[in-house]
């Protein structure tokens, strides 16, 4: 069964406890997910009603697509797992009475990139939770004013990274010149004429936009079954263009495309300029 709920983490590693980053993880994956943004939104709304975050706080996970955790409570209760935790039964409807006790955890996301795959973090090619656990707070992306014939890049601040585990079909994309870069299924990539695409509607022979600006023939698309940690970024920009990413040689998106653009049409119509507001 897929499962792509990822949890929020803070940029630097050791802003967080073990024992509470254990805590989130049951949270997201095991008692307390809320697969649709409906519900995510349900129980930010129950939350601020019941004075547990404020309207601004409410506001700002539902942009990001994101919803509030707690340590001693959840969505599922009482059908929990094994070794869960919670307690309490947390709604995820503005309808439903107040509770008392509660105490605030975390937030919970969805996500992308197996944990073998390299990123360009300011200049750093490392994985994902390799720069995570360096504390890293900067990723290398286009800049706003970035074009297909000319692409520029910037450092963007990572407002937080994403991480958890999946069950689910990874992608194996492959180009010509040796390039290959694994991600889930819905993972935005750039064709080289500037479509922002998901990565299981690539196939053999399609053109893929390079991070030094080549136009990559994808020699081979494979899927193969994955169980573990996936991981993300979520630049702070909320620029879609300055969300395309450097990873393994390819320009990829951020998390937000899979998050809070992720009813957004990918589809764009591009001729010079790397244009993504369609997005």
Known sequence: MKKNILIALAVVATSMSSTALAQLQTRCFQDDQLETSELARGRNAWARKCGLITAAREAYLNEAN????????????PNVPAGSTCSFHVPASEAQACLTGLIKLGTCVAGCFTPSQHVDFGGRDVTVPEAYASGLTQ???????ARLDALSFGNQPIRSYVAGDTQEDIFLLQSSDGRRIEVTST????????????AHALKEGDRLLGSDGSKLELSSVSVFSFKGKVWNVRPASQNKTENVMSAEG??????RYQNEWASDDYRLSI????DVSGL
């Open 271 to 274: 001729r010079e300029e790397v």
């Open 250 to 255: 390819f320009l990829t998106g951020s998390v």
């Open 139 to 145: 990723v290398t992306a286009l800049t706003a004013d």
């Open 187 to 198: 993972h935005p990539m750039l064709l080289a004429d500037g479509t922002m695409v998901k």
């Open 66 to 77: 994101e919803y509030q955790v707690f340590t001693n409570g959840c969505y599922a209760y």
